[in-house]
């Protein structure tokens, strides 16, 4: 059987390695974390992540402990509509749909589908050496491991990238984010299916179902007028709309999760020999578009394939990088400028930014969505 060892149990090493199972491969993972924690946020998955689940078998688990979105919105502070996106015909035509789910319950439904897989906890990669065509792993409790190939999915400060690559550089995107989950407060009902993103001067408030009752919601301020993590975020968004300071006041403080925005300016190269990076080791983005794990689900489909198709490593690793990396970069770079915008703190600028906002045809974002949307493979 061939082998492969992945580093990181993130989203995008588990779904690769169920991915790899169904190609035939013998795959082993090394995670840092001594346990997998029960981390205290939802995602999104998109169209195009849930259309990858589809095909790995494992989409009926995902719509079973999720919550169904069938649109994503932007609205003002008077929570007026600037972008009323409605996700039903992308759904229809891909077959697939937009869901919201606690991060834990997605975890522990992609380790189900990884009952045989050995997961090594508490093994930090510190570096890698390829010694005539295998890969030496060293990990910092002095142990090593020798594997044919290894793919780096151990996120955007990726221990595989580094001791491949010499120069790439984190972009800091100088937004800070909180994140919760909370028993949905009576004034949210209204908004069951819906994603609704507010924007205004310098910040910004999120909110979609993740269960019947449960809301995940993300809140970001930029940094330059940070007070610190702990800042009150009632306070902050004193002047939105009611719900969202019912989301904020139904949240306990200690659920809240605190994070700096980054991401990894695009790199030229993904893979050297026997190593490939996936997921936010390799193209990492802001979390405007919501697409950074969805990126690493796609990268995970598409390598296994790549790898099973091509002749040699190098074929499918090349082949890999070409059939990923342009979106993946274009998500990347459009992500990037859509939080500048987003976050604007001038008057003017915030003006005129909802009045392009709620001009702009719909045929715009839809063709922005049928891009990120569309599997080309
Ligand atoms: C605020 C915020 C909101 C987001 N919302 C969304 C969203 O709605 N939709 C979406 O698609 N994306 C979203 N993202 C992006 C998404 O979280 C990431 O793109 C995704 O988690 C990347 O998955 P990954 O597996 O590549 O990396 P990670 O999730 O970072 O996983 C890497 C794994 O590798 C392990 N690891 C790291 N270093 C080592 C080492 N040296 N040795 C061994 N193991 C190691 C880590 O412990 C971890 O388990 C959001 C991001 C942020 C910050």
């Given at each position: 059987?061939?082998?492969?060892?992945?580093?990181?149990?993130?989203?995008?090493?588990?779904?690769?390695?169920?991915?790899?199972?169904?190609?035939?491969?013998?795959?082993?993972?090394?995670?840092?974390?001594?346990?997998?924690?029960?981390?205290?946020?939802?995602?999104?998955?998109?169209?195009n992540a849930m259309q990858i689940y589809q095909r790995l078998g494992v989409y009926e688990d995902i719509l079973a402990?999720?919550?169904?979105?069938?649109?994503?919105?932007?609205?003002?502070?008077?929570?007026?509509?600037?972008?009323?996106?409605?996700?039903?015909?992308?759904?229809?035509?891909?077959?697939?749909?937009?869901?919201?789910?606690?991060?834990?319950?997605?975890?522990?439904?992609?380790?189900?589908?990884?009952?045989?897989?050995?997961?090594?906890?508490?093994?930090?990669?510190?570096?890698?050496?390829?010694?005539?065509?295998?890969?030496?792993?060293?990990?910092?409790?002095?142990?090593?491991?020798?594997?044919?190939?290894?793919?780096?999915?151990?996120?955007?400060?990726?221990?595989?990238?580094?001791?491949?690559?010499?120069?790439?550089?984190?972009?800091?995107?100088?937004?800070?984010?909180?994140?919760?989950?909370?028993?949905?407060?009576?004034?949210?009902?209204?908004?069951?299916?819906?994603?609704?993103?507010?924007?205004?001067k310098g910040n910004r408030f999120g909110f979609v179902y993740i269960t019947d009752e449960d809301i995940y919601w993300?809140?970001?301020?930029?940094?330059?007028?940070?007070?610190?993590?702990?800042?009150?975020?009632?306070?902050?968004?004193?002047?939105?709309?009611?719900?969202?300071?019912?989301?904020?006041?139904?949240?306990?403080?200690?659920?809240?999760?605190?994070?700096?925005?980054?991401?990894?300016?695009?790199?030229?190269?993904?893979?050297?020999?026997?190593?490939?990076?996936?997921?936010?080791?390799?193209?990492?983005?802001?979390?405007?578009?919501?697409?950074?794990?969805?990126?690493?689900?796609?990268?995970?489909?598409?390598?296994?394939?790549?790898?099973?198709?091509?002749?040699?490593?190098?074929?499918?690793?090349?082949?890999?990088?070409?059939?990923?990396?342009?979106?993946?970069?274009?998500?990347?770079?459009?992500?990037?400028?859509?939080?500048?915008?987003?976050?604007?703190?001038?008057?003017?600028?915030?003006?005129?930014?909802?009045?392009?906002?709620?001009?702009?045809?719909?045929?715009?974002?839809?063709?922005?969505?049928?891009?990120?949307?569309?599997?080309?493979?």
């Amino acid at each position: 059987m061939k082998e492969i060892t992945i580093i990181g149990a993130g989203i995008g090493g588990l779904t690769a390695a169920i991915a790899l199972q169904k190609q035939g491969y013998e795959v082993e993972i090394f995670e840092q974390a001594a346990a997998f924690k029960k981390a205290g946020s939802g995602i999104n998955l998109a169209i195009n992540a849930m259309q990858i689940y589809q095909r790995l078998g494992v989409y009926e688990d995902i719509l079973a402990h999720s919550s169904y979105t069938h649109s994503m919105s932007v609205r003002d502070k008077s929570f007026d509509y600037l972008v009323k996106g409605d996700l039903t015909g992308f759904e229809k035509k891909y077959g697939a749909k937009t869901v919201a789910i606690h991060r834990a319950s997605l975890h522990e439904i992609l380790l189900n589908h990884l009952k045989d897989t050995p997961i090594h906890l508490d093994k930090k990669l510190q570096k890698l050496e390829q010694i005539n065509g295998t890969v030496k792993l060293h990990f910092e409790d002095g142990t090593e491991h020798i594997s044919p190939i290894v793919i780096g999915a151990d996120g955007i400060h990726s221990a595989v990238r580094t001791s491949i690559f010499d120069a790439t550089v984190l972009r800091d995107g100088n937004q800070i984010c909180w994140r919760g989950i909370c028993k949905a407060p009576e004034l949210a009902t209204a908004y069951k299916h819906e994603l609704n993103e507010i924007w205004g001067k310098g910040n910004r408030f999120g909110f979609v179902y993740i269960t019947d009752e449960d809301i995940y919601w993300y809140a970001l301020k930029n940094k330059d007028r940070l007070k610190g993590r702990d800042e009150n975020l009632l306070d902050v968004f004193s002047d939105y709309p009611a719900v969202v300071k019912a989301i904020i006041s139904s949240t306990g403080k200690e659920d809240i999760l605190y994070n700096e925005i980054w991401d990894l300016h695009p790199i030229h190269q993904w893979h050297k020999g026997n190593v490939c990076l996936l997921g936010d080791a390799a193209h990492a983005t802001t979390p405007n578009l919501g697409q950074g794990a969805v990126q690493a689900i796609e990268s995970a489909y598409v390598l296994s394939h790549c790898l099973e198709q091509e002749d040699s490593i190098e074929q499918a690793f090349n082949r890999f990088q070409e059939m990923r990396k342009t979106k993946a970069d274009h998500i990347t770079n459009t992500s990037w400028r859509l939080g500048k915008m987003a976050q604007s703190e001038s008057t003017i600028v915030c003006g005129l930014r909802n009045f392009m906002t709620r001009m702009t045809p719909a045929s715009v974002a839809n063709k922005m969505n049928e891009f990120i949307y569309r599997l080309d493979y």
